[in-house]
């Protein structure tokens, strides 16, 4: 973090990993080596109110973390938080790490390939951190203790702007033939109306009105 004092106007691209090589050009899946803490980088209007969700979030859980601001690779505004861990990740455990770690702090509007070892995140002079103490992540024991959980998100779920509106099914209203009067059906019927179906789906019509005997 003290390498912050000596920037200059050009930003910085930052990645917590290891790399064959210190190209910053060159952060593609073939140089990456390892990795020594998850990166999840945010996209907000309101980063102030993001920093501190994602503060609040972490801290909730117990994790050590850094807030930091950031930079897209357009220039934009971002917030990052940064959790460091107690050993190396390879490819898969950092994958799996992300998703976990993003679905915990079930925040949205994260930034594309959150997941991926390979993202980095920008930084300039004027960009502040701050460490939070807490308990370092164990790769291992992490993933071992979350194997059941989160296995079907999608990555990218937590990058939409919040979660899917639930869809809601409004009860069929009955309407008199001149539809001045209208009203929702009964009880009875619609449990006459859930009968009618089912013996429809099996080819099965009954007559409306009833049949003396």
């Not at 990645?15 to 952060?27: D, G, I, P, V």
């Not at 690779?73 to 917030?79: D, V």
């Not at 079907?152 to 001045?180: K, L």
């Not at 009880?187 to 009954?206: H, N, R």
Request: aromatic share 8%; net charge negative; hydrophobic share 45%.
């Amino acid at each position: 973090m003290k390498q912050m004092a000596n920037f200059t106007n050009e930003p910085a691209a930052w990645s917590f990993s290891e790399w064959k090589n210190l190209k910053a050009t060159n952060n593609t899946s073939e140089y990456w080596l390892a990795a020594t803490a998850i990166v999840l980088e945010y996209r907000s209007k309101d980063l102030a109110q993001i920093g501190e969700t994602l503060h609040e979030k972490a801290s909730a859980l117990g994790y050590a973390h850094i807030l930091m601001d950031s930079l897209s690779r357009k220039g934009e505004r971002t917030a990052t938080i940064v959790f460091p861990l107690t050993e190396r990740v390879n490819k898969e455990q950092y994958a799996r790490l992300a998703k976990v770690l993003m679905s915990e702090l079930n925040v949205f509007h994260a930034a594309d390939g959150n997941c991926a070892m390979t993202h980095l995140i920008h930084v300039d002079e004027t960009c502040q951190q701050a460490v939070v103490d807490g308990a370092v992540i164990v790769p291992r024991a992490k993933i071992k203790e979350t194997e059941r959980l989160y296995q079907n998100m999608d990555p990218n779920y937590f990058c939409a702007g919040g979660p899917a509106a639930a869809v809601h099914i409004a009860p069929p209203v009955v309407t008199s033939h001149d539809g001045m009067f209208e009203w929702a059906p009964s009880g009875v019927e619609k449990a006459q109306m859930t009968a009618d179906a089912v013996l429809a789906s099996i080819g099965v019509s009954l007559p409306k009105d009833p049949i003396a005997l």
